[in-house]
């Protein structure tokens, strides 16, 4: 089993940046892609972005590319959300989650992954 705590949300003024911090705990040698999901009021679960744990390029979904970033420390098992020009659009609360499944691409589908954090709210005012 992994646990995964989120941390860092908040709420922040439209154009400010914000970054949310996911920690794993548990049985963390067997994770192999860690991502982001957000979910807004009466939308669906929607893929903000996800990494490799062990190294490679982050995939984003569309409606954050060129604003959010992900990065990892896995001497901390530590993923991190960098949100900058934040619009209101981002309010959702958003989802740590992870995949102890080995694959060549990473998967924007929630039901891909395996472990899931109890989520941090982030709101932004416009």
């Known amino acids: 089993q992994v646990q995964l705590v989120e941390s860092g949300g908040g709420l922040v003024q439209a154009g400010d940046s914000l970054r949310v911090s996911c920690v794993a705990s548990g049985r963390t040698f067997s994770t192999y892609i860690m991502g982001w999901f957000r979910q807004a009021p009466g939308k669906e679960r929607e893929f903000v972005g996800a990494?490799?744990?062990?190294?490679?390029?982050?995939s984003y979904g569309d409606s954050v590319k060129g604003r959010f970033a992900i990065s990892g420390d896995s001497a901390k098992n530590t993923a991190y959300l960098q949100m900058n020009n934040l619009q209101p659009e981002d309010t959702a609360v958003y989802y740590c989650a992870a995949s102890s499944r080995s694959r060549v691409q990473i998967p924007k589908m929630s039901n891909m992954y395996d472990y899931w954090g109890q989520g941090t709210q982030v709101t932004v005012s416009s």
């Open positions: 990494i490799f744990w062990r190294g490679g390029r982050p």
